[in-house]
C-alpha cells in the first residue's frame, strides 16, 4: 500500500503562515514581558494572541511613535488611524488584507468571534491621543476600557474559543479580563508619568497635579490598581490550562511592577521608569511555570 501524501499547503495558506510571522516579529521587537509570557500559552493560542498585539502595536506606533519619528503631524496621523480601521474592518468582513498584520488579526477575529464591538472602541481609544484636550475622569474610564479592557476581552476571546463555560462563568471571566487589562494600564500610566507628560503633553490622573504628585496621590492610585489585580486573580483559576499560566505570569509581572512602584517616592517617578529587573522576571516566570504557590509580591 502506497502512504498517501499530505496535502500541499495552499496559496492561502501560505499567506496565513506568513502574516502570523510579521505578527511575532512585531512582537519580539517590541514587547519582553508580553513575549515571555506568550511563550506560556498553548501554541495556537499563541499564534492569535500575538495577532491581536501585533495590531494594538502598530495602532500605538501611528499615535505614540513610529510615526512622529517619520514626520507625520497630527492630521497625517490620523488619517493613517482611521486607513488601519477601515483596513481591519474589510479584513474581518472578507478575511483577506494585503497588510500581513491586519490580515492575521483578521483571522483570528473570524475565528474566535471578535468584532466591531471590540474593534471600534479600541480605535476611538487610540483617536483620544491625538487629541491634546485634558481628560476628565470620565474620558479616562473610557479611554482605558478601548485601549485597555477590550483587549483583555479579545485575548479571552482567544482562550475560550472551545470552552464550554456557563453564561454566568463568561460573565464572570469578561469582568476579571476588564480589571486585568485596566490595572496593566494604569500601571504603565504610572511608570510613564515623564514621558506622558513631558513629551506627550497628557494626563491620565485628572485632579492630579502630576508635576507635584505626593505619596498620597501615588498610593490611592495603586489601591486601585491593587483592587482590580485582586479581583482579576479570583478567575484565573477558571481559565484553560493552556493559557491560565501566561495570564498568571503576566498578572504576577504586573503585580510585582504594583509593588516596586508604591517602594519608589512619588518624586522619583518623574524621574525614572521603574522596571522589573530581568533576573526577578525569570524567578517569576519559573514559578508560573511551575504553579507555584510560594511566589509573594
Known sequence: MTRRNRAEPTDIDRYNAAARSSSATVIDAYSTSFGLATRLLAPSVRSQVRTVYALVRIADEIVDGAATGAGLDLAAQREQLDDLERETERAIHGGYSTNLVVHAFATTARQVGIDFRLTAPFFASMRRDLDPSPFTEVGVAEYIYG?????????????????RSSTTELALLEDGACRLGAAFQKVNFLRDLACDRDTLGRNYFPGVDVAAMTDADKNRILDDIDADLAAAENVLPMLPGGSRRAVTLAHRLFSRLSSRL????????????????????????????LGSGTWKR
Not at 479579545?154 to 470552552?163: A, N
Open 147 to 163: 485601549s485597555a479592557e477590550v483587549i483583555g476581552l479579545m485575548c479571552l476571546r482567544c482562550f475560550m474559543q472551545e470552552s
Open 262 to 289: 508604591r517602594a519608589t517616592p512619588a518624586r522619583q517617578l518623574l524621574r525614572a521608569r521603574v522596571r522589573v529587573p530581568d533576573a526577578e522576571k525569570l524567578v517569576i516566570a519559573v514559578a508560573a511555570t
